[in-house]
Each structure stands twice: as C-alpha cells, then as structure tokens.
T-cell receptor
Framework: DTGVSQDPRHKITKRGQNVTFRCDPI?????LYWYRQTLGQGPEFLTY????????KSRLLSDRFSAERPKGSFSTLEIQRTEQGDSAMYLC?????????????FGPGTRLTVL | AQSVTQPDIHITVSEGASLELRCNYS??????LFWYVQSPGQGLQLLLK??????LVQGIKGFEAEFKRSQSSFNLRKPSVHWSDAAEYFC????????????FGRGTSLIVHP
C-alpha cells in the first residue's frame, strides 16, 4: 500500500507527558500537512512542509508543539507537556504540490487521549 | 480568511433515496472547493473538487456537486444513496492563491436507513 501512513494509530498518555507521532507520506509527494480534528469538528490546519522546509504554522500550534521533516520524507509531530485539551485525532496528509495539483491524501490519523 | 458552513449536522435518508448535502463558503475571490468523506477509522477521502471551468463537478462513487457563485454554495448530491455511503462528509474551501490550505466545515453525518 503506497498511501499515507501514521504511527501509532492510538496513543493514551498522562497529562504532562511528551508524545511523538510519525507520518510517512506518499513517496513522491513534496508537501506534508498536519491537522487536528476534535470530536464533531472538521480538521483544523496545524502546519505544513514543502520538502524539509516548514512553511506555515497555524496559531493553533502552541509552543508545546513542534514538527519536523528532516529529510523531506517522513515527518514527526511532538507535543510536550500534554494537556487534556490536546486530546484529538491528529491527521497527516500529503500532496504533490500546491495549486491545481493540491489534492491532499490523508492518513488514518493518530488518536491521542490525554488522561 | 475563508470559512465554510455546513448547516446540517446530521442527515438521515433511506437507501435508494436522493441526497443533497449543503455547503456555503465565504471567500472574496473564486475559491477552490472540495468535498471529502470520512468513514469510521479511515482517513479523509476526496470525493470531488472544483478549481475552475464547468460548475457541475463529477466525483467518485456517483457523487456530484454544483458551484453556485451567486449563492456561495457548493452542494453535494447523489441520485440514489447506498448503505455504504453512511459516513461523515466535509466540505472545504481553499484560497485560489497562496498555500492552498483548505479550511474545513464541521461536517455532516449521513445516516442511511435500509
């Protein structure tokens, strides 16, 4: 399967702990996006990369959140000192480029529960 | 900034009936518009998209949507719903310039009765 993959699919952690999620995009895609989706809401944009460069960050991305895409392939999203409000589904998507080719392909998501 | 309104949180239809899911957007210029479907435990899948040209867009799984600039709408339709269409449907809008990051609506949950 050459779709977008995310690991882990589920994560339960205690408040104050750090967590890290991984996303592997479709191999030829140079854009990678992170979204957060809470219950009953649509996905909300967090950040995106063009190759290894992080080009845009949402105001939702507090200082406790950091994302990397070191070699322009997979990406990690780390949340430090988790809070109960961080409980959500974290979605990753990739696309070939922007503009008319900006069809984003989504992974299955990582569901985070902060106790 | 752009925004999307999906006024219906839940829609219930009988299998075989027609379907229309409503979507209204706010954006000053011609937007890029999308409909995605999300089934439980699955990622979002793109059903169709509008960038320019013909305002009636055909998508996968028998879905279509019509862009109406005068009404700022992009409603999704299907002539005959199947039980497997039960899912969450999201409308999204992206600015036609810049980073093309979509803004999603809150979604409409489709329930299909046999």
């Amino acid at each position: 399967d050459t779709g977008v993959s995310q690991d882990p699919r589920h994560k339960i952690t205690k408040r104050g702990q750090n967590v890290t999620f991984r996303c592997d995009p479709i191999s030829e895609h140079n854009r990678l996006y992170w979204y957060r989706q809470t219950l009953g809401q649509g996905p909300e944009f967090l950040t995106y990369f063009q190759n290894e460069a992080q080009l845009e960050k949402s105001r939702l991305l507090s200082d406790r959140f950091s994302a990397e895409r070191p070699k322009g392939s997979f990406s990690t999203l780390e949340i430090q000192r988790t809070e109960q409000g961080d409980s959500a589904m974290y979605l990753c998507a990739s696309s070939l480029d922007g503009g008319s080719r900006n069809e984003q392909f989504f992974g299955p998501g990582t569901r985070l529960t902060v106790l | 900034a752009q925004s999307v309104t999906q006024p219906d949180i839940h829609i219930t239809v009988s299998e075989g009936a027609s379907l229309e899911l409503r979507c209204n957007y706010s954006y000053g210029a011609t937007p890029y518009l999308f409909w995605y479907v999300q089934s439980p435990g699955q990622g979002l899948q793109l059903l169709l998209k509008y960038f320019s040209g013909d305002t009636l867009v055909q998508g996968i799984k028998g879905f279509e949507a019509e862009f109406k600039r005068s009404q700022s709408s992009f409603n999704l339709r299907k002539p005959s719903v199947h039980w497997s269409d039960a899912a969450e449907y999201f409308c999204a809008v992206a600015a036609s310039g810049g980073s093309y990051i979509p803004t999603f609506g809150r979604g409409t949950s489709l329930i299909v009765h046999p």
